[in-house]
């Protein structure tokens, strides 16, 4: 089993539908936990950043975290064609400054006008 | 602005050749990271560097060298050991003890 599993897509949605992107995990040590956007031919770009469980709100984006299911998603409400990217989720046990953060393989999105 | 530079956006090597990728940070940051991207394969770490004049290998290290010697800057050479080097190369940078890393915008290797 890998470490972090995430659905490759493509995941195509009208524009204003309400996305939902996840991934699961098998090690029960990550607490730390980021979702990036990665639009095509660019670096990565950090969305949101949450710490062991709960939910984090930042405009549109919502970022949940489950550790009992190991199990995080980020929703995007009022889906716009500027949101369409590949999402990487993101993680680790202690932080990642030591190289251990540990990347899912994204999500591509596309929202149709 | 602060943020991180990669230079050149696209590079072509021949077979045979090492080559180096540049990454430069104006944000502070102690920490800096090299990883490759391949379709389908996600992000790979090579190298990683906590402090200037030290540095880690990453899960896919051979064939790729790395210098830390000041604490902006965090080149990679991609040497002829390398099997199979085309791929998007991106550099990161974070805190030392910090867990959100930044991303550069990445160069894009072709072996001819």
């Known amino acids: 089993q890998k470490e972090v599993e995430q659905d490759p897509g493509p995941l195509s949605v009208p524009e204003g539908a309400i996305v939902s992107l996840n991934c699961t995990y098998s090690n029960s040590a990550f607490q730390y936990f980021m979702w990036y956007r990665q639009y095509s031919r660019k670096g990565p770009e950090l969305l949101m950043y949450?710490?062991?469980?709960g939910n984090k709100e930042d405009g549109r984006f919502t970022a949940q975290v489950d550790k009992s299911s190991k199990y995080i998603s980020l929703f995007i409400r009022d889906s716009q064609p500027s949101d369409s990217a590949t999402y990487l989720c993101?993680?680790?046990?202690?932080?990642?400054?030591?190289?251990?953060?540990?990347f899912g393989k994204g999500t591509k999105l596309s929202v149709k006008p | 602005d602060g943020g991180i530079t990669q230079s050149p956006k696209y590079l072509f090597r021949k077979e045979g050749q090492n080559v180096t990728l540049s990454c430069e940070q104006n944000l502070n940051h102690d920490a800096m990271y090299w990883y490759r991207q391949d379709p389908g394969q996600g992000l790979r770490l090579i190298y990683y560097s906590q402090i200037v004049n030290d540095f880690q290998k990453g899960d896919i290290a051979e064939g790729y060298s790395v210098s830390r010697e000041k604490k902006e800057s965090f080149p990679l050479t991609v040497t002829s050991a390398q099997k199979n080097p085309t791929a998007f190369y991106l550099c990161a940078s974070s805190k030392r003890s910090g867990n959100e890393q930044f991303f550069g915008p990445g160069t894009r290797l072709t072996v001819l």
């Open positions: 993101a993680m680790s046990g202690d932080g990642g400054s030591q190289g251990n953060l540990i």
């Open positions: 949450t710490y062991s469980s």
